[in-house]
């Protein structure tokens, strides 16, 4: 596998506007934490007709019997689990599912190592009998990872639609599904630290 270049994925750089966070006051953390939450929020908003594309694409499915399957790790595996148990109280609907890489146990507590498994997602999907009526969705902040992807090349092999969300442009997720939905909101407060940005980015993309 060749070595990727983290300059040019976006929510690995270092943020100029946060440099000297670990020098200030706790208000102006907060503040500056709550500056570059606003920045999501806008670009969020220019990806909305990525948006709309993924979710006429979804409701066609579901109209089909098909089911939505988000499939992520780490932080972007949680949201993909929260959304999907929340949507059967909110909407009285249970065809939306999470997968998280290392599984349920996962979501409390990292499994090593798991994310990096093409083989892991790809069981994963079988073990929910996945099909071509269903949708898979795949959450990945940078974009690049394992997976993720081997769950969306599984998916395009059995015939099934594809999407993502991910916080970086031109990331190898999107260049692989049907309906990509691409944010950049910008390096983390804290460096690669995606549960912030990239995590309020994808929960309301998610919303």
Excluded: W
Excluded at 106 to 119: N, R
Excluded at 133 to 147: E, F, N, Q, W
């Amino acid at each position: 596998m060749s070595k990727v270049d983290l300059t040019k994925i976006s929510t690995e750089n270092r943020n100029v506007n946060t440099l000297h966070i670990d020098e200030v006051s706790t208000r102006e953390i907060c503040k500056l934490i709550n500056k570059e939450d606003q920045i999501v929020a806008k670009a969020v908003k220019e990806a909305i007709p990525q948006i709309v594309k993924l979710i006429d694409a979804c409701v066609k499915g579901m109209k089909k019997q098909g089911r939505i399957i988000y499939v992520g790790a780490g932080t972007s595996g949680r949201l993909g689990l929260m959304d999907a148990v929340e949507v059967v109280p909110t909407y009285n609907s249970d065809r939306f599912i999470g997968l998280i890489a290392g599984g349920e146990h996962a979501f409390v507590k990292a499994v090593e190592g798991a994310e990096d498994s093409k083989e892991l997602c790809v069981n994963d999907l079988k073990a929910l009998n996945f099909s071509n009526k269903d949708i898979l969705i795949g959450i990945a902040a940078s974009g690049r990872t394992p997976y993720v992807i081997g769950g969306i090349e599984y998916a395009k092999q059995i015939g099934a639609v594809t999407g993502c969300v991910c916080c970086n442009f031109d990331s190898a997720i999107a260049k692989l599904v049907d309906y990509p939905v691409e944010v950049n909101a910008g390096p983390e407060v804290v460096t690669g630290s995606t549960r912030m940005k990239a995590g309020t980015c994808q929960k309301i993309i998610l919303n």
